[in-house]
């Protein structure tokens, strides 16, 4: 069974975090939620704390096949001064396992050089940080073993994108079906 960790940092976007961890657990992958605070409850953005599953130096990386990074402020912020997790986002690239970011957080895949020559979106603020990218203007990317997403109203296509990796466009086509999502 596949492993996909989502990373939540004081004041991450709670739309684009926990629709990615129910869209996930929706499909049968298993998915946790990881605080990267050294506490359990993180609170986002729009002061809503939630209790995650783990704390980060509790994970075992080498079980996990995919890791998503939430946007948000300060919370993109918050999740790229964490330099365990970017050790591991590193680690990840290079190994040519998955990583995934949406909104603001895609700059950070920017910032560490992974995007050059890829097809990468943003929110529009931080489409300027990912440094040699083709930038679009669609909701959701995957360029090889990187996607990325634009913002909160492409949440649910940046999940799907995720279950079409790992179960199959036909299992994510379905699901959109069952919640009842028109693209």
Do not use: W
Request: hydrophobic share 45%; with cysteine; charged share 25%.
């Amino acid at each position: 069974m596949s492993k996909v960790c989502v990373f939540f940092a004081e004041g991450y976007e709670e739309i684009e975090a926990l629709t990615v961890v129910d869209i996930l657990r929706r499909a049968g992958i298993d998915t946790e939620t990881v605080s990267v605070t050294g506490n359990k409850t993180v609170t986002s953005s729009h002061r809503i704390p939630v209790v995650m599953d783990k704390l980060f130096e509790d994970v075992d990386f080498a079980s996990v096949d995919m890791l998503v990074l939430p946007g948000g402020m300060p919370g993109t912020k918050n999740l790229e001064a964490h330099a365990p997790l970017m050790e591991q986002v590193d680690a990840f690239y290079e190994s040519g396992k998955y990583v995934a970011a949406i909104c603001a957080a895609p700059s950070i895949l920017g910032h560490r050089g992974m995007l050059k020559g890829k097809r990468a979106c943003a929110f529009p603020d931080f489409e300027s940080h990912l440094e040699g990218a083709r930038v679009t203007k669609d909701s959701v990317e995957q360029d090889g073993h990187v996607i990325t997403s634009r913002g909160m109203g492409c949440a649910i296509d940046f999940s799907l994108k995720i279950v079409a990796v790992f179960n199959g466009q036909e299992a994510a086509d379905a699901l959109a079906e069952k919640i009842v999502y028109t693209r």
